[in-house]
């Protein structure tokens, strides 16, 4: 008995711990979202997980879901301002909102069809602490959006 309430209380600690690192993470990230939407002179709005967005043109067609498949042209940047990743074809590229990350999932419904604006996300919305092969552990990073079609 006393074995199993000693695992359950480190459980706890630990998941208490990396909830707090979690926390700060955010923290930091939002934080420099913030410096770079200061540094520019924007001005955007923001969700409790930690999304900020500017709407340009919010459109005037249908409004995906977080399991829509959209149509979008964009541009991946990070705060520097060095691109990682962009559509390359006028007629952009078309997905399901259920195989992207969780700031798209969150932000691209945001958009109307013909919409456009800018997405400011935090590591956790992102790639998290592993990134991926072009990008690095808790990174912040921007997508430019035009939302193109619903499908």
Request: hydrophobic fraction near 35%; charged fraction near 25%.
């Amino acid at each position: 008995m006393k074995r199993t309430l000693f695992i359950l209380m480190s459980i706890a600690l630990f998941c208490n711990a990396c909830k707090k690192a979690e926390e700060r993470q955010l923290e930091k990230d939002i934080e420099k979202i913030q410096d770079y939407l200061d540094d520019n002179n924007l001005t955007a709005q923001s969700t409790d997980s930690g999304l900020h967005y500017i709407i340009n043109e919010e459109g005037d067609g249908a409004r995906p879901s977080a399991i829509s498949d959209v149509t979008v042209k964009y541009k991946g940047f990070h705060p520097s301002g060095n691109v990682f990743d962009e559509t390359t074809s006028d007629d952009g590229i078309t997905l399901s909102l259920t195989s992207v990350i969780e700031g798209w999932q969150e932000g691209i419904p945001l958009f109307k069809e013909g919409g456009n604006g800018t997405l400011f996300l935090p590591s956790s919305l992102a790639y998290g602490p592993n990134g991926n092969a072009t990008i690095g552990g808790d990174a912040v990073i921007f997508f430019d959006i035009e939302l193109i079609s619903v499908d």
